[in-house]
């Protein structure tokens, strides 16, 4: 049935609406370190990475024009638009299981989420295209349930394929709807246009296996190693994963989630029973394992936040089988929430008026204030430029002289904002866990040399003095040039240390030897005897 002529009007200015404001945010706001970070994986592509598989890295390539266009804008360009998407997407979903009445207020729960808004719709982050890839699969796969066409299913398992490409957690999908399949329509199982389409998800991931065999499945080990149900309990980390999806999925929204998932198991909610059973075994299991996993690792809200987006066709149900009073109020006070949230932040990113921080410690200012990701670098690069400009002048360093980082952050955000408009390389001088990318972008600009020379930028924000860094033996002189202060609202924030660390001695490892001193790690783990009893 086509949409009616009021609904598409609703719609059309909530989409115009959202996408206007998000468009200008994304070219005002400077880059979250994370998205610095992910502007490497554009910068030098590879199959898949150390943290993450490829698909926001070519994502930023692509709309980006390979980097011509490389403004905050144009590097968070797929965000804008796969949000106005997948927005789209939620309507129609809530149309196919119910109405267009719960289709519109899917559109608008889901507008009214931090998650999906802002960290998705505003940030580039592996997160974006995964949302956009999990909606389109979710979406496909209702269609096929409901007698649709097989391509649905074909399509479905192309989308979870790019899901996975996007981020491992992709694959939640097929877990919860062959465990759907299982439990409540085996008949499925029959059809051979369902193990095709599981194919054609294995396929997608063949990038991902190519480059984890070329690098001694660095990436599946890291991963394997921030999540675990075996170490002792710490309710404190639950606690912070709780309050975070609380406030990622927009308070509101997490409230009607909850009662919405409650009116499910009692049988209340007004919807579809197989389309029920869908979204609450294709959602809950993930949620669930991850609040397991942060009672005893440190976890990130936005990790199982896709599944609280999955639910958003369930909430809207719920919400829709009230007064239309009632759904004015829920929904108002959702998008309410998300616009106190934008213009709280994005005052305080811009003026500090509430101090996060008070250290007065020059290589401490700011450490606790997290709004300074996305704060001062624009300003850092003209000051570093007058820096390097008078010490070349001087004969104090070379023009060719590239800058190291010891953390991938926030060397990632020197590197966009301070290297790229020089055209200065930029390394990892540091562990491989803690450098990341920068290990294989270090062979990509022709490793180190004996006798270089390197600028060094320590962040108050993050401050490693590298001295320490480098235990005064790496380099045969290290001397601070200059300080660069950071003001915002007439004061100043933080502070970045500008060194020159002279005649390079000797260069960190090898990609090749990091691989190679793990694999003899991990061999002498298993010829260890377990301890006796005495």
Same mark, same amino acid.
């Given at each position: 049935?086509?949409?009616?002529?009021?609904?598409?009007?609703?719609?059309?200015?909530?989409?115009?609406?959202? /996408?206007?404001?998000?468009?200008?945010?994304?070219?005002?706001?400077?880059?979250?370190?994370?998205?610095?970070?992910?502007?490497?994986?554009?910068?030098?592509?590879?199959?898949?990475?150390?943290?993450?598989?490829? !698909?926001?890295?070519?994502?930023?390539?692509?709309?980006?024009?390979?980097?011509?266009?490389?403004?905050?804008?144009? &590097?968070?360009?797929?965000?804008?638009?796969?949000?106005?998407?997948?927005?789209?997407?939620?309507?129609?979903?809530?149309?196919?299981?119910?109405?267009?009445?719960?289709?519109?207020?899917?559109?608008?729960?889901?507008?009214?989420?931090?998650?999906?808004?802002?960290?998705?719709?505003?940030?580039?982050?592996?997160?974006?295209?995964?949302?956009?890839?999990?909606?389109?699969?979710?979406?496909?796969?209702?269609?096929?349930?409901?007698?649709?066409?097989?391509?649905?299913?074909?399509? &479905?398992?192309?989308?979870?394929?790019?899901?996975?490409?996007?981020?491992?957690?992709?694959?939640?999908?097929?877990?919860?709807?062959?465990?759907?399949?299982?439990?409540?329509?085996?008949?499925?199982?029959?059809?051979?246009?369902?193990?095709?389409?599981?194919?054609?998800?294995?396929?997608?991931?063949?990038?991902?296996?190519?480059?984890?065999?070329?690098?001694?499945?660095?990436?599946?080990?890291?991963?394997?190693?921030?999540?675990?149900?075996?170490?002792?309990?710490?309710?404190?980390?639950?606690?912070?994963?709780?309050?975070?999806? @609380?406030?990622?999925?927009?308070?509101?929204?997490?409230?009607?989630?909850?009662?919405?998932?409650?009116?499910? @198991?009692?049988?209340?909610?007004? !919807?579809?029973?197989?389309?029920?059973?869908?979204?609450? %075994?294709?959602?809950?299991?993930?949620?669930?394992?991850?609040?397991?996993?942060?009672?005893?690792?440190?976890?990130?809200?936005?990790?199982?936040?896709?599944?609280?987006?999955?639910?958003?066709?369930?909430?809207?149900?719920?919400?829709?089988?009230?007064?239309?009073?009632?759904?004015?109020? %829920?929904?108002?006070?959702?998008?309410? @929430?998300?616009?106190?949230?934008?213009?709280?932040?994005?005052?305080? %990113?811009?003026?500090?008026?509430?101090?996060?921080?008070?250290?007065?410690? /020059?290589?401490?200012?700011?450490?606790?204030?997290?709004?300074?990701?996305?704060?001062?670098?624009?300003?850092?690069?003209?000051?570093?430029?007058?820096?390097?400009?008078?010490?070349?002048?001087?004969?104090?360093?070379?023009?060719?002289?590239?800058?190291?980082?010891?953390?991938?952050?926030?060397?990632?955000?020197?590197?966009?904002?301070?290297?790229?408009?020089?055209?200065?390389?930029?390394?990892?001088?540091?562990?491989?866990?803690? %450098?990341?990318?920068?290990?294989?972008?270090?062979?990509?600009?022709?490793?180190?040399?004996?006798?270089?020379?390197?600028?060094?930028?320590?962040?108050?924000?993050?401050?490693?003095?590298?001295?320490?860094?480098? /235990?005064?033996?790496?380099?045969?002189?290290?001397?601070?040039?200059?300080?660069?202060?950071?003001?915002?609202?007439?004061?100043?924030?933080?502070?970045?240390?500008?060194?020159?660390?002279?005649?390079?001695?000797?260069?960190?490892?090898?990609?090749?030897?990091?691989? /190679?001193?793990?694999?003899?790690?991990?061999?002498?783990?298993?010829?260890?005897?377990?301890?006796?009893?005495?």
């Amino acid at each position: 049935m086509p949409d009616s002529k009021k609904t598409r009007i609703k719609l059309t200015l909530l989409l115009l609406a959202s /996408a206007l404001v998000r468009a200008f945010l994304a070219g005002w706001i400077e880059l979250g370190t994370d998205e610095a970070y992910y502007w490497t994986f554009a910068k030098y592509p590879d199959w898949s990475h150390f943290d993450h598989p490829g !698909m926001v890295g070519w994502l930023i390539q692509l709309f980006s024009l390979n980097l011509l266009y490389d403004s905050e804008l144009f &590097m968070r360009l797929a965000s804008v638009i796969f949000m106005t998407l997948n927005t789209w997407i939620m309507f129609r979903i809530g149309k196919e299981i119910k109405d267009e009445q719960t289709g519109l207020c899917a559109a608008l729960l889901y507008t009214g989420s931090i998650y999906a808004f802002v960290i998705t719709g505003i940030f580039i982050l592996p997160d974006t295209p995964l949302n956009f890839f999990c909606l389109l699969a979710f979406w496909l796969c209702i269609r096929y349930l409901r007698g649709k066409s097989s391509w649905n299913l074909l399509g &479905m398992g192309l989308m979870i394929g790019l899901a996975v490409l996007s981020k491992y957690t992709g694959a939640f999908l097929w877990a919860g709807f062959l465990l759907y399949l299982l439990f409540f329509d085996r008949k499925h199982f029959k059809n051979p246009v369902l193990y095709l389409s599981i194919l054609i998800t294995a396929a997608c991931c063949l990038p991902i296996l190519y480059w984890n065999l070329q690098n001694d499945f660095i990436s599946f080990r890291f991963h394997g190693n921030r999540v675990s149900l075996f170490d002792k309990p710490d309710f404190l980390s639950l606690l912070r994963e709780l309050s975070g999806e @609380f406030f990622y999925n927009n308070p509101m929204n997490f409230a009607v989630a909850v009662a919405a998932v409650i009116a499910a @198991f009692k049988k209340k909610l007004q !919807m579809d029973k197989p389309m029920m059973r869908l979204t609450l %075994i294709t959602t809950l299991p993930l949620i669930c394992l991850f609040l397991l996993f942060s009672l005893n690792r440190e976890t990130l809200p936005h990790w199982s936040a896709p599944a609280f987006v999955l639910l958003i066709p369930l909430m809207a149900c719920w919400t829709t089988s009230y007064s239309k009073r009632r759904i004015r109020s %829920i929904l108002s006070i959702s998008i309410a @929430f998300l616009i106190v949230t934008l213009v709280v932040g994005v005052t305080e %990113i811009k003026t500090g008026f509430y101090p996060l921080d008070k250290n007065t410690e /020059a290589t401490q200012i700011g450490r606790n204030d997290i709004t300074l990701d996305m704060y001062g670098w624009r300003q850092a690069n003209e000051k570093f430029n007058e820096i390097r400009a008078n010490a070349i002048a001087e004969g104090e360093m070379p023009e060719d002289a590239g800058i190291i980082g010891n953390n991938w952050f926030p060397t990632a955000s020197i590197h966009y904002y301070i290297a790229r408009p020089l055209d200065l390389k930029v390394k990892g001088y540091g562990h491989f866990e803690k %450098i990341h990318k920068y290990q294989w972008i270090n062979e990509l600009e022709g490793g180190f040399t004996k006798g270089e020379d390197y600028w060094y930028i320590a962040d108050s924000h993050y401050f490693i003095d590298p001295d320490e860094a480098y /235990a005064y033996t790496n380099f045969k002189e290290i001397c601070i040039a200059d300080t660069i202060p950071i003001e915002r609202n007439g004061k100043t924030v933080r502070n970045l240390f500008v060194y020159e660390c002279k005649s390079l001695v000797y260069g960190p490892l090898t990609l090749e030897e990091v691989l /190679a001193k793990n694999k003899e790690k991990r061999e002498s783990y298993k010829h260890k005897k377990p301890w006796k009893s005495y």
